[in-house]
C-alpha cells in the first residue's frame, strides 16, 4: 500500500494528482515545520504551509505549462518501511544551497497524518524561514 500512496504524492508532485493535497492529507493530519515550534494540526493549516513550501521551493522561471514552475528541487534518497517514508531532498534557493527530509505517515485510508520537514544547513533554515512568512503573509492576503 505505501508504494501507492507514494505513487501519488510524485504525481501531485508532478500537477498530475486529482484532488492534490485535499485528497492526500487526512483531516486530522499534524504539520511540523522546520521553523515553527508549535505542530500544526489540521488540513487546512498543513494545505497552507505545504502550499507556500511548493512556492518557496519553486525556483526559476515559468514553464510552458501554466501553474508549473522549473525547480531544482529534487527527491535524493526515498526510504520506506511500513507506513513511513522519508525523503531527501535538495534543492537551491537563491544561490543558497538547501538539504533536508520530508518524513511522511500514512494513515490506514492511505492519507498522509503526519508530514515533518527537517532541514539543513543553518543558512538554509534561515532563509527558508524567511521567504516562507513571506509566501504566507502573501498567500493569507
Given at each position: 500500500?505505501?508504494?501507492?500512496?507514494?505513487?501519488?504524492?510524485?504525481?501531485?508532485?508532478?500537477?498530475?494528482?486529482?484532488?492534490?493535497?485535499?485528497?492526500?492529507?487526512?483531516?486530522?493530519?499534524?504539520?511540523?515545520?522546520?521553523?515553527?515550534?508549535?505542530?500544526?494540526?489540521?488540513?487546512?493549516?498543513?494545505?497552507l504551509y505545504l502550499s507556500a513550501a511548493g512556492e518557496t521551493f519553486s525556483e526559476g522561471e515559468p514553464d510552458q505549462?501554466?501553474?508549473?514552475?522549473?525547480?531544482?528541487?529534487?527527491?535524493?534518497?526515498?526510504?520506506?518501511?511500513?507506513?513511513?517514508?522519508?525523503?531527501?531532498?535538495?534543492?537551491?534557493?537563491?544561490?543558497?544551497?538547501?538539504?533536508?527530509?520530508?518524513?511522511?505517515?500514512?494513515?490506514?485510508?492511505?492519507?498522509?497524518?503526519?508530514?515533518?520537514?527537517?532541514?539543513?544547513?543553518?543558512?538554509?533554515?534561515?532563509?527558508?524561514?524567511?521567504?516562507?512568512?513571506?509566501?504566507?503573509?502573501?498567500?493569507?492576503?
Amino acid at each position: 500500500m505505501i508504494e501507492e500512496c507514494m505513487a501519488k504524492w510524485h504525481d501531485h508532485l508532478k500537477g498530475e494528482f486529482e484532488g492534490g493535497l485535499d485528497e492526500l492529507l487526512a483531516d486530522d493530519v499534524v504539520f511540523y515545520s522546520p521553523v515553527v515550534f508549535t505542530p500544526l494540526a489540521g488540513k487546512d493549516l498543513a494545505r497552507l504551509y505545504l502550499s507556500a513550501a511548493g512556492e518557496t521551493f519553486s525556483e526559476g522561471e515559468p514553464d510552458q505549462t501554466p501553474g508549473k514552475h522549473n525547480s531544482n528541487f529534487r527527491y535524493t534518497k526515498e526510504v520506506m518501511s511500513g507506513d513511513h517514508v522519508v525523503l531527501e531532498f535538495e534543492t537551491t534557493i537563491e544561490g543558497k544551497y538547501v538539504n533536508g527530509v520530508d518524513i511522511l505517515t500514512w494513515n490506514e485510508d492511505g492519507k498522509i497524518s503526519e508530514f515533518k520537514v527537517m532541514i539543513r544547513p543553518l543558512q538554509a533554515v534561515n532563509l527558508v524561514h524567511a521567504k516562507m512568512k513571506a509566501m504566507l503573509e502573501q498567500i493569507r492576503a
